[in-house]
């Protein structure tokens, strides 16, 4: 079964840059975007963006200035880098295994693997 | 502001059958995903595809679509499943970015 296993840094002062790991165990890394979420407390889920295997990417434009996400294939790790962090940044980091592709009619597109989430805050 | 539109809230007595919804252009072309949240926990997969559930996944849930809605359907619910749900896609722009609807608080009474 596969489980990813997320760690960084979870306290950050404004300007720094947050960099978070997540790493994938038991599975395949190739056929899959591997991706980041965030949930700034109280609030709704956030796409920021993902990496195949091969590093294409694919960034939420909101972020796209200040987010790296990078790929590791020899440790099957996947990297977020997100920077010049300010308060708005502070959130439940979390990392996914997300499968795209089309069937008939429809695409399809889905996240069936979560890592247990990152708190990360922001404060001076 | 989100390219899929869920209501804020939804409410359902127990064992009775509740339809949550999401609304929005990419879903012309794509299944919604489901994602069911519970509180400090991380989301969970409980229908992708047409209509397909995770190992694990009561079949009370399931999921529907038509036009630019799609519907997450519990029949029977459970107090267990008052949580907040996710749909999830990929946006209309064309450009494969990933598009979270706004989530929907379900209670169950």
């Known amino acids: 079964q596969v489980q990813l296993q997320q760690w960084g840094a979870g306290l950050l002062k404004p300007s720094e840059t947050l960099s978070l790991t997540c790493a994938v165990y038991?599975?395949?890394?190739?056929?899959?975007?591997w991706s980041w979420i965030r949930q700034p407390p109280g609030k709704g889920l956030e796409w920021i963006g993902e990496?195949?295997?091969?590093?294409?990417?694919n960034y939420n434009p909101s972020l796209k200035s200040r987010v790296t996400i990078s790929v590791d294939t020899s440790k099957n790790q996947f990297s977020l880098k997100l920077s010049s962090v300010t308060a708005a940044d502070t959130a439940v980091y979390y990392c996914?295994?997300?499968?795209?592709?089309?069937?008939?009619?429809?695409?399809?597109?889905?996240?069936?693997?979560w890592g247990k989430g990152t708190t990360v805050t922001v404060s001076s | 502001s989100s390219e899929l539109t869920q209501d804020p809230a939804v409410s359902v007595a127990l064992g009775q059958t509740v339809r949550i919804t999401c609304q929005g252009d990419s879903l012309r072309s794509y299944y919604a995903s489901w994602y069911q949240q519970k509180p400090g926990q991380a989301p969970v997969l409980v229908i992708y595809?047409?209509?397909n559930r995770p190992s694990g996944i009561p079949d009370r849930f399931s999921g529907s679509s038509s036009g630019n809605t799609a519907s997450l359907t519990i029949t029977g619910a459970q107090a267990e499943d008052e949580a907040d749900y996710y749909c999830?896609?990929?946006?209309?722009?064309?450009?494969?970015?990933?598009?979270f609807g706004g989530g929907t608080k379900l209670t169950v009474l």
């Open positions: 038991g599975g395949s890394f190739s056929g899959y975007y």
């Open positions: 595809g047409k209509n």
């Open positions: 999830n896609s990929r946006d209309s722009s064309g450009n494969h970015l990933g598009v």
């Open positions: 996914a295994r997300a499968l795209w592709g089309s069937s008939t009619l429809y695409y399809y597109y889905y996240m069936d693997v």
């Open positions: 990496i195949n295997h091969s590093g294409s990417t």
